[in-house]
């Protein structure tokens, strides 16, 4: 199970920090990707991180904005995002799965329930 948190609503150029939880030490196994999902629209990637925390993935639209990082002796993943634009705006869900090519496709066998990200220009 994931839990994220963390979302909010900011100003345009401001900063948020979202945390995905998990509660076993099997989370140490998996690769982890954040998605989000705005209303009409479909769930799009946005970054993700291997197991090992030693490689990651960013969508275009966010490389050098969001970093991504996990610490695997607290079972978290977290997503640092700066720079926030109004097109960040929407439900932001963290995923896992043991299989690194399925995490870019959303093809993800554990999901959270998403944390909700409001960006206002």
């Known amino acids: 199970q994931l839990v994220e948190s963390g979302g909010g609503l900011v100003q345009a150029g401001d900063s948020l920090r979202l945390s995905c939880a998990a509660s076993?030490?099997?989370?140490?196994?998996?690769?982890i990707g954040w998605f989000r999902q705005t209303p009409g629209k479909e769930r799009e990637f946005v970054a993700a991180?291997?197991?090992?925390?030693?490689?990651?993935y960013y969508e275009s639209s966010v490389k050098g904005r969001f970093f991504i990082s996990r610490d695997n002796d607290n079972y978290m993943v977290f997503l640092q995002m700066n720079s926030l634009k109004p097109e960040d705006t929407g439900i932001y869900y963290c995923?896992?799965?043991?299989?690194?090519?399925?995490?870019?496709?959303?093809?993800?066998?554990?999901w959270g329930q998403g944390t909700p990200v409001s960006v206002y220009s």
């Open positions: 995923a896992g799965d043991l299989n690194w090519g399925r995490i870019v496709p959303g093809m993800c066998e554990v």
């Open positions: 991180i291997d197991w090992s925390g030693t490689g990651d």
């Open positions: 076993t030490s099997t989370f140490r196994d998996y690769n």
